[in-house]
């Protein structure tokens, strides 16, 4: 199934967009705002097949989720919004798949003032989001969770979790988990900064976690953990967190 070109959605009494096939979904510009159910549903239930969104990608101020997607191939997605959603600004879950099938988010992404979360990703494949921005959501700004298979998790480029009503971002894998330029600052409602279960490597390279209502960085498990140029104050239950981890490293300046 393949749109092309401009698609729009908008105002519509029930969800935007509805697909249901046993291929490959392949959308380009696909605008579905304003609807009464879902802004776009999108399922397809055969094993290897994917789902793809190129160009610009825009759910928004839908009455759920503003996009939801189930599959049992790997995941491409570039330049969403999701703003102002009554659910989940997007639901991405590859996680049924026989195999491993990775998720990949590029170009620039705003999950931000959704009445749930902003971005929710299950999957048994690697993770890997480029420029994320989740902020002012009604619980949690971003959760990624990978725990069923063993692959990575990696945020790139500049990413930022702020005000959220919960933990700014929640990483559950079992594989090594590698963030960059997160500023994750200013949650409330019992928030962490950053939350990390894992018994792999962390990586967390330039990040600021201020200001939470619990702990800035708290990391569960990990068999090393490697903090370097991150910056911690106010936050309400300490600044670091960490049990059951291996050796950490920490190193002062951001390169």
Do not use: E, W
């Not at 945020?155 to 009503?165: D, E, H, Q, R, V």
């Not at 919960?166 to 409330?188: E, H, P, W, Y």
């Not at 300490?238 to 050796?247: A, L």
């Amino acid at each position: 199934m393949s749109l092309t070109g401009t698609s729009q959605f908008y105002g519509n009494h029930d969800r935007g967009l509805v697909i249901n096939t046993l291929g490959a979904i392949t959308l380009n510009n696909v605008t579905a705002t304003s609807n009464s159910k879902q802004g776009a549903y999108l399922t397809n239930s055969t094993a290897g097949q994917g789902v793809q969104l190129t160009g610009t990608n825009t759910f928004s101020s839908n009455a759920q989720v503003g996009l939801y997607i189930s599959s049992l191939g790997a995941i491409t997605l570039n330049n969403l919004t999701a703003i102002g959603n009554s659910a989940i600004g997007v639901q991405v879950d590859n996680s049924a798949a026989g195999s491993p099938m990775a998720v990949n988010i590029t170009g620039t992404n705003t999950f931000s003032n959704n009445n749930v979360s902003g971005l929710s990703v299950l999957s048994k494949g690697a993770i890997t989001l480029n420029n994320i921005t989740a902020n002012n959501n009604s619980g949690t700004g971003l959760t990624l969770d990978n725990s069923l298979g063993s692959a990575a998790v990696s945020l790139t480029g500049i990413n930022n979790f702020l005000y959220n009503s919960g933990t700014g971002l929640v990483i559950n894998s079992q594989g090594n988990v590698n963030l960059a330029k997160v500023r994750s600052d200013a949650n409330t409602n019992s928030g962490d900064g950053v939350n990390i279960t894992t018994i792999g490597s962390v990586t967390l390279t330039c990040g600021s976690f201020t200001n939470n209502a619990r702990y800035g960085v708290n990391i569960s498990g990990a068999s090393s953990v490697t903090l370097t140029g991150v910056v911690t104050s106010g936050n309400a239950s300490g600044d670091y967190h960490f049990t059951g981890i291996g050796p950490l490293t920490r190193v002062r300046t951001c390169p």
